[in-house]
């Protein structure tokens, strides 16, 4: 656990609201407008009662639309389709794993938080400065805890290898490929039970 005051780090604009929750994930739902560099792996946050939860995206699902069925029946122009995408909210299901929380106090702790998020809470991106904040730990290193709330949770390889790169981007430019070596490390010490699964994983790893 470390401490880091989070009241520091400026919220982004909110991407979405969350429309369930339990206590390894929760849904929220936002327009594909909305949604800007949201992908697979990525950190998000939600306020879960008192303390900031951090999750990371596991699954992004396009909601079944009746008038995008419409468009595909029809014979519509790429141009049109372009702009009803530009125009429309399309709406996007992302699920999105519990990583940790940090408390009102600025103390980080990769655990289930006590509960998850209330529904329609505002979901927002966590920027780069907010990931390190969330990884350091009290010596200056990262924490890489989070990894086994993930894989208990039941990320895929590609939702781990997908967070582990991103989180990396998050990192100055010189100790990104170091951090991504020192999560290969931990990840084969957490799978060294399940070596076809660690084999699958750790190419997925390298540069």
Same mark, same amino acid.
């Given at each position: 656990?470390? @401490?880091?005051?989070?009241? @520091? $780090?400026?919220?982004?604009?909110?991407? =979405?609201?969350?429309? !369930?929750?339990?206590?390894?994930?929760?849904?929220? =739902? /936002? %327009?594909?407008?909305?949604?800007?560099?949201? #992908?697979?792996?990525?950190?998000?946050?939600? +306020?879960?009662?008192?303390?900031?939860?951090?999750?990371?995206?596991? *699954?992004? #699902?396009?909601? *079944? *639309?009746?008038?995008?069925?419409?468009l595909v029946a029809g014979d519509a122009k790429p141009d049109y389709i372009q702009e009803q995408r530009d125009r429309r909210l399309t709406p996007l299901e992302v699920r999105a794993l519990h990583a940790g929380y940090i408390l009102p106090g600025g103390e980080v702790l990769h655990r289930l938080p006590p509960r998850p998020p209330s529904a329609l809470e505002a979901v927002y991106p966590c920027d780069?400065?907010?990931? #390190?904040?969330?990884? #350091?730990?009290?010596? =200056? =290193?990262? &924490?890489?805890?989070?990894?086994?709330?993930? $894989?208990?949770?039941? %990320? !895929? &390889?590609?939702?781990?290898? +997908? /967070?582990?790169?991103? %989180?990396?981007?998050?990192?100055?430019?010189?100790?990104?490929?170091?951090?991504?070596?020192?999560?290969?490390?931990?990840?084969?010490?957490?799978?060294?039970? *399940?070596?076809?699964?660690?084999?699958?994983?750790?190419?997925?790893?390298?540069?």
């Amino acid at each position: 656990m470390t @401490k880091q005051p989070a009241s @520091k $780090i400026p919220a982004p604009t909110s991407i =979405g609201r969350v429309l !369930s929750s339990e206590a390894t994930e929760f849904l929220f =739902g /936002c %327009a594909d407008a909305q949604a800007g560099p949201l #992908r697979l792996g990525s950190f998000v946050q939600a +306020e879960t009662g008192a303390s900031l939860g951090v999750g990371v995206v596991a *699954d992004i #699902r396009v909601v *079944d *639309d009746a008038f995008a069925r419409q468009l595909v029946a029809g014979d519509a122009k790429p141009d049109y389709i372009q702009e009803q995408r530009d125009r429309r909210l399309t709406p996007l299901e992302v699920r999105a794993l519990h990583a940790g929380y940090i408390l009102p106090g600025g103390e980080v702790l990769h655990r289930l938080p006590p509960r998850p998020p209330s529904a329609l809470e505002a979901v927002y991106p966590c920027d780069a400065e907010r990931v #390190r904040a969330f990884l #350091r730990d009290s010596r =200056g =290193g990262w &924490n890489f805890s989070f990894l086994s709330i993930l $894989i208990a949770a039941g %990320a !895929s &390889n590609e939702v781990l290898a +997908e /967070c582990v790169w991103q %989180a990396a981007a998050a990192q100055p430019a010189d100790p990104q490929s170091r951090f991504r070596q020192e999560a290969a490390r931990e990840l084969t010490r957490l799978l060294s039970v *399940d070596l076809q699964r660690l084999y699958s994983l750790l190419p997925q790893l390298s540069a």
